[in-house]
């Protein structure tokens, strides 16, 4: 789908989540979807696991110390086949705006650092799950799959991707995004602390100064993308929510709170939040302004030899169990978005209902899955 509207109005969402509380976070994604949509927004990105907001706890607990905080963060982890998600895919839609969302996603048991694309019309245009959890994250979330974890979606705003945290400097994921044409990109980013808080031995790209003045500017460049990078902001009682039952609390979030930005194409910092902004980070996205980057260094096409160097990309579902075709021949497989009734229109209503079946979840299915900026404060949540 070649993009039909070159230019146009994008946010990035700089605020603090509804600490490990499902319900407040979905009230609070909302409210933010229609502050977009009153702005004039065709795109509003969330960051990282924005619901129920980032357990950056993780990087401070002890074993004893996590159970219950892990416990209570898979309660209010967001099912994508819920009606939670639905309310959220409907305000999509009243807006007629395009919605990047970083969720905790909670599918069986387990936990994902998961991203959804929603289009205009609520409809849920792509779901990727982070293919692997940074350190510490592994106590909480599993691997994303292979019909998971593709991130560059053909929309009429252009070739837009997404992708979650340290991520965004895998060069094997950039390189892939690079070669699906990517034009804007989302880089969701989480609780990010200063570098004044680290101690040795810990690497210095382990901080909101790197992550948002290195890292994120240098995606931009070698992909030649615009880059939206929304980070989480946290508050003195965000702090608290964030710290163990029996150990004092940090005071000072000061240093948490400073590094959204947006990148233009050639890596450009064309809009930055301070320590003190919470809002709408806005940028007026020019597609055409990718031309002259991609026209010297487009490694996704003729900057590259494929003949020299390719990646070799698996999207196939590996399962737990498997079952053979009745013919013998083949394996069954199932894609995770049929599964999870993703592939189906907002409201939608089966015309031959089971009532063992919840509408929007459907069996698994036999054969292959499916192959310039400005800073504006808005008050709310």
């Not at 994604?29 to 619901?51: D, M, Q, S, Y």
């Not at 892939?176 to 969701?188: D, M, P, T, W």
């Not at 005071?251 to 003190?276: E, L, M, Q």
Request: with cysteine; aromatic share 8%.
């Amino acid at each position: 789908m070649p993009a039909h509207i070159i230019k146009y109005k994008a946010a990035a969402v700089v605020t603090e989540p509804g600490w490990f509380d499902l319900e407040l976070g979905v009230q609070k994604t909302i409210h933010w979807i229609n502050e977009a949509g009153k702005a004039g927004c065709k795109l509003v990105a969330f960051p990282e696991v924005w619901i129920p907001g980032y357990p950056f706890w993780l990087w401070k607990v002890t074993y004893q110390q996590s159970l219950s905080m892990i416990k209570a963060y898979r309660e209010n982890s967001l099912k994508v086949d819920s009606e939670e998600m639905r309310r959220i895919r409907r305000a999509a839609r009243d807006n007629h705006i395009y919605v990047s969302l970083g969720f905790s996603e909670i599918d069986f048991a387990t936990c994902y650092l998961a991203q959804v694309l929603i289009s205009p019309n609520g409809d849920v245009i792509n779901q990727r799950r982070k293919i692997k959890p940074s350190h510490v994250e592994k106590l909480i979330y599993g691997d994303g799959a292979g019909d998971t974890f593709m991130s560059v979606t053909d929309t009429d705003i252009g070739r837009l991707g997404q992708l979650n945290c340290w991520e965004n400097m895998n060069p094997f994921l950039k390189s892939l995004n690079a070669a699906c044409g990517e034009q804007i990109h989302v880089a969701a980013w989480p609780v990010a602390p200063g570098d004044c808080m680290r101690k040795h031995p810990d690497p210095a790209t382990n901080t909101g100064e790197q992550w948002a003045d290195l890292i994120t500017p240098a995606y931009a460049i070698e992909t030649c993308t615009w880059v939206l990078a929304p980070f989480q902001r946290l508050s003195v009682e965000g702090l608290k929510k964030n710290t163990p039952a029996g150990v004092e609390p940090e005071t000072d979030p000061d240093h948490y709170n400073a590094w959204s930005r947006i990148f233009a194409p050639d890596g450009a910092c064309v809009a930055k939040a301070d320590k003190d902004f919470e809002g709408l980070l806005l940028v007026d996205i020019d597609l055409n302004e990718t031309h002259i980057p991609k026209a010297i260094t487009d490694f996704g096409g003729h900057y590259m030899r494929p003949d020299l160097i390719r990646l070799l990309v698996d999207t196939r579902r590996k399962e737990l169990v498997t079952e053979a075709d009745p013919d013998g021949s083949n394996i069954a497989t199932y894609s995770t978005r049929e599964r999870l009734g993703l592939h189906l229109p907002l409201d939608y209503s089966s015309p031959h209902p089971n009532k063992d079946e919840k509408v929007g979840l459907v069996a698994a299915t036999k054969g292959k899955p499916r192959e310039s900026a400005k800073a504006v404060a808005i008050n709310g949540f």
